[in-house]
């Protein structure tokens, strides 16, 4: 476990940008930001997923450099986040039966988890299991060692994605030149610093609007019950403006954030809100919230159609987070797609337990609450012993002090002036090498007698 002394260094692959961060957990338990760097990564991943080996290793060198400048250490260890839009969730039931009523013991049950983690997925690997409730007949139990029972059935979350997922990221780390302390599954790191226990055991879904991606989660009974990925985000939004507009994305972005609802109650007097766009042309606001409200809606209507069925159980509603979650009136546009009235919080600010140190600057808009999580997530010290900016002067300080002998010709060079050592005249050429001999070890001795003292 980290101590307050130890500092974690996380890294988040986003489709925007690779980012990386380090922290350091202080005596209340609370992570204080030390140090946070980011770079576009639109040239090199796509939906979560490494698109390009070599850009993307290039750019974890770049930012975790920064991360080590900020720090002034070296970094040996990273933590690393999974997610994309391979990463979902199946269900595996696993059914026994016995010949006369059997006592459960915890080998029967690791012999069903190892069953289930021999389920061969095409082209997928199977990252996390979360074991769900055991049913004996028509009865949920959630824990069925030391129970007598003829038949059982063993429920698993099986929590996978594309195999290629966690091996390029392994590539790409480790061809930046460092190790990967764990590879942790970000969308169950964010469940855990987002949610509080009533949420979970209550039962809830936590939506995380990224920018090409949405990820849904529900949990209930303190458990993860489905896992989903949708591949359309945020970043949809801002294409479809700057299609539909003509206008450069950076220039679609501007506007979507400065004016952009995902439900728009009063569009009478939006329609003669003028906006001016590049090239001295304008539009009006309403025909700008009609576009960002067409793709909110098909957002919003695929997570419904993920949480429907099991909306009756999700009593603390459903929590947003995200980037995308933070576009205003995001709440009524879900209450009017759906036509529920159901409890919805949108995540704002930073979590609870993140504190940012001086002279660092973090965006609290909720788009980086997935690598502070995988920031709080770790618990091993991400740094060598010896400063980066300081290694040569420590090394120096503490390397053991030697005479080493020398040949005549290599020593001479380096000896001190004679004239400045007992006011001898140098030695010249034309004498005895006895005496030569003689007369070098004199000069030596002083020159050593003089420093001692």
Excluded at 41 to 52: P, V
Excluded at 125 to 131: F, G, H, Q, S, Y
Excluded at 143 to 161: C, K, P
Excluded at 278 to 291: T, Y
């Amino acid at each position: 476990m980290a101590t307050e002394k130890d500092i974690i260094v996380a890294l988040e692959l986003a489709t925007t940008s690779i980012r990386a961060i380090a922290g350091q957990r202080m005596p209340d338990g609370s992570m204080q930001v030390l140090a946070f760097a980011e770079e576009n990564a639109s040239n090199c991943i796509r939906k979560g997923i490494i698109d390009n080996i070599d850009k993307t290793t290039q750019a974890i060198s770049r930012v975790l450099g920064q991360i080590g400048l900020q720090l002034g250490m070296t970094i040996s260890r990273i933590y690393v986040g999974l997610s994309g839009q391979s990463l979902h969730s199946v269900q595996n039931r696993i059914q026994r039966s016995f010949a006369e009523k059997t006592q459960i013991s915890n080998n029967m049950i690791d012999q069903l988890m190892d069953t289930n983690r021999g389920v061969v997925y095409t082209d997928s690997e199977i990252l996390e299991v979360i074991p769900q409730e055991y049913k004996v007949g028509n009865r949920a139990v959630p824990d069925i060692v030391g129970m007598q029972v003829e038949q059982m059935e063993a429920n698993f979350l099986n929590i996978i994605a594309r195999s290629s997922l966690s091996e390029n990221i392994e590539k790409c780390v480790n061809g930046a030149g460092f190790e990967i302390a764990e590879l942790l599954i970000t969308p169950l790191t964010l469940g855990n610093c987002i949610l509080n226990a009533s949420e979970k055991r209550s039962g809830c879904a936590l939506v995380d609007i990224g920018a090409d991606t949405t990820t849904l989660k529900i949990y209930s009974n303190n458990i993860l019950r489905k896992l989903v990925v949708i591949p359309m985000g945020a970043g949809n939004v801002t294409m479809d403006i700057a299609n539909c507009l003509t206008i450069e994305t950076e220039e679609a972005e501007a506007l979507k954030l400065k004016y952009g609802r995902a439900w728009l109650e009063d569009h009478d007097t939006a329609q003669h809100n003028l906006l001016q766009l590049s090239h001295g042309r304008e539009i009006s606001e309403s025909r700008l919230c009609d576009i960002i409200e067409a793709r909110y809606e098909e957002i919003l209507r695929n997570v419904w159609a993920q949480i429907e069925d099991d909306s009756d159980k999700l009593t603390s509603g459903i929590v947003f987070t995200g980037g995308g979650a933070q576009m205003r009136y995001l709440a009524e546009a879900f209450q009017q797609i759906t036509n529920k009235s159901k409890q919805i919080r949108i995540v704002k600010g930073l979590p609870t337990d993140i504190c940012i140190g001086s002279n660092i600057y973090v965006p609290d808009n909720g788009r980086l609450n997935s690598i502070l999580s995988l920031l709080l997530q770790g618990d091993q010290n991400c740094i060598t012993n010896i400063p980066a900016h300081n290694a040569e002067e420590e090394a120096a300080i503490t390397a053991p002090v030697t005479i080493e002998q020398k040949t005549e010709e290599d020593t001479t060079d380096k000896l001190p002036n004679t004239a400045d050592v007992g006011n001898e005249e140098p030695e010249t050429t034309n004498e005895e090498p006895k005496k030569k001999k003689r007369k070098f070890w004199e000069i030596l001795k002083g020159a050593l007698t003089e420093d001692e003292e």
